[in-house]
């Protein structure tokens, strides 16, 4: 089969190894993919961009590729599945309709209040002043978040009034996040600790990948501004059993079904990023997608052919399949360059990523590198990702703090604290 992969950081890198190692696969492109993909057995970056649809489907037709991936949130929201599906393509990823999920915030909060699926109190507006008038009333801490995507930088955990007021001042007002901030929420602050639980869905089963834990803010202990992610691992010790159980019929089974009542059917990953309690998960976010960087350490440990799995989901006969996993853990630390999730300087010289993978069980992921005459260099934020696997999750932080030491350019920044709260739980 000929896959054609969409999109261009970890995650993307981290599913084109995976794909690749498929027996059923003879060949990926990814569009426009990354460094590191093309270093991958079978893989193929070709330059044409995620927003380009024309493009993408012209691709995909010359090509005759028969399975199409989509990675990133934003073709999804924009409709990138419809238009393959019209023309009778095969691709994996909700459409537009469905990804409304994650594309605006509003819709995925009223409807977890009209399907009864636990979540915080919230309150949405379109208008400055009411919301305003609101956060100056509600009790502290308070959350605000733009409606439409922001590249997980839309949301501000406000703990004093001066906060919820500049952040729907920046969101509303000052229109950062430019139209997705023309709707807000404002809601309860939420207790507890954090997961992530993806899983593959065809529209009515819904079969779960391994629990995972993401690291949103830039500094350790959970400092400084969000990110779209800093490291995470799998599993997440946080999601027992029981938890799971719970994640399982009280937030994605009846979100399919409810999904299916709205007349929006959902097939792809979907993602839950949720705040546990004593076992009780509440929703935070709904995702469209594999997590970018929880993909990383997941697809290091899975150990089931994807292609079946996302071919089942697309004929609706995932009910019958299962997925499984490495009974160890993964852990994945991004590396950064300064300045991110602000601005930052593109260029500098990456050395050590094969000194890291000489380790055994280290795979490193690139995210935003690029080649140059003077080697591999840095190019985004994100700017790679190493990835570890070990025998339990001690084991699986000190061989990836051991490799991502051997990396490093000019400005490089890392989080030390990766897979700690892990520990404490273990
Ligand atoms: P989201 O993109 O909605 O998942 O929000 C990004 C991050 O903000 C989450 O991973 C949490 O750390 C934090 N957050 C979002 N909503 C809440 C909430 N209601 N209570 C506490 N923290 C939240
Ligand atoms: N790591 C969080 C996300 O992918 O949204």
Same mark, same amino acid.
């Given at each position: 089969m000929k896959i054609l992969l969409v999109g261009s950081g970890g995650r993307e890198h981290a599913l084109a190894w995976k794909i690749a190692q498929?027996? /059923?696969?003879t060949e990926l492109l990814a569009a426009p993919g990354n460094v590191g993909i093309d270093q991958e057995p079978k893989c193929k970056s070709v330059r044409v961009s995620p927003n380009d649809f024309s493009g993408l489907l012209d691709l995909a037709v010359k090509e005759r590729v028969d399975l199409t991936v989509i990675g990133p949130e934003a073709p999804l929201v924009a409709g990138l599945t419809d238009v393959f599906v019209a023309n009778g393509l095969n691709v994996f990823g909700p459409s537009s309709g469905a990804a409304l999920l994650e594309g605006s915030k509003v819709f995925a909060k009223d409807l977890m209040k009209k399907y009864g699926i636990p979540s915080a109190d919230f309150e949405s507006f379109d208008d400055y002043d009411k919301a305003l008038r609101f956060v100056k009333s509600a009790r502290l801490p308070v959350v605000v978040k733009a409606d *439409? /995507?922001?590249? *997980? $930088?839309?949301?501000f955990v406000c703990n004093r009034l001066e906060d919820s007021i500049e952040a729907l001042d920046k969101i509303m007002?000052? $229109?950062?996040f430019g139209a997705a901030g023309s709707r807000v929420i404002v809601e309860d602050c939420l207790e507890g600790e954090e997961a992530s639980f993806i899983a593959f869905t065809d529209g009515v089963s819904v079969i779960p990948l391994a629990s995972s834990q993401d690291h $949103? @803010?830039?500094?350790?202990?959970?400092? *400084?501004p969000n990110t779209g992610g800093m490291g995470a691992y799998s599993p @997440?010790?946080?999601?027992t059993q029981q938890a799971h159980d719970r994640i399982m019929n009280d937030v994605m089974l009846p979100t399919v079904k409810a999904m299916e009542s709205e007349g929006r059917p959902y097939t792809g990953f979907l993602y839950a990023g949720l705040m546990i309690r004593n076992d009780e998960p509440m929703v935070l976010e709904f995702n469209v997608r594999l997590g970018d960087p929880e993909a990383q350490p997941l697809l290091v440990r899975? $150990?089931?052919?994807p292609i079946p799995l996302m071919l089942a989901a697309l004929e609706c006969r995932l009910g019958s399949q299962s997925i499984t996993w490495d009974d160890g853990a993964a852990v994945c630390v991004v590396m950064a360059s300064a300045g991110y999730p602000g601005s930052y300087s593109k260029g500098e010289v990456i050395s050590g990523i094969s000194a890291a993978e000489e380790i055994n069980g280290i795979k490193v992921f690139i995210a935003g590198a690029a080649s140059s005459p003077h080697g591999v260099v840095t190019a985004g934020g994100r700017v790679l990702g190493v990835t570890s696997l070990g025998k339990n999750i001690p084991e699986a932080i000190s061989k990836v703090y051991e490799a991502a030491a051997k990396i490093s350019w000019n400005g490089v920044h890392y989080r030390k604290d990766i897979g700690r709260k892990a520990l404490s739980r273990s």
């Open positions: 498929s027996d /059923l696969v *439409g /995507l922001a590249a *997980g $930088k839309g949301v007002n000052q $229109k950062i $949103k @803010a830039i500094f350790d202990d959970d400092m *400084g @997440a010790p946080v999601v899975m $150990k089931t052919d």
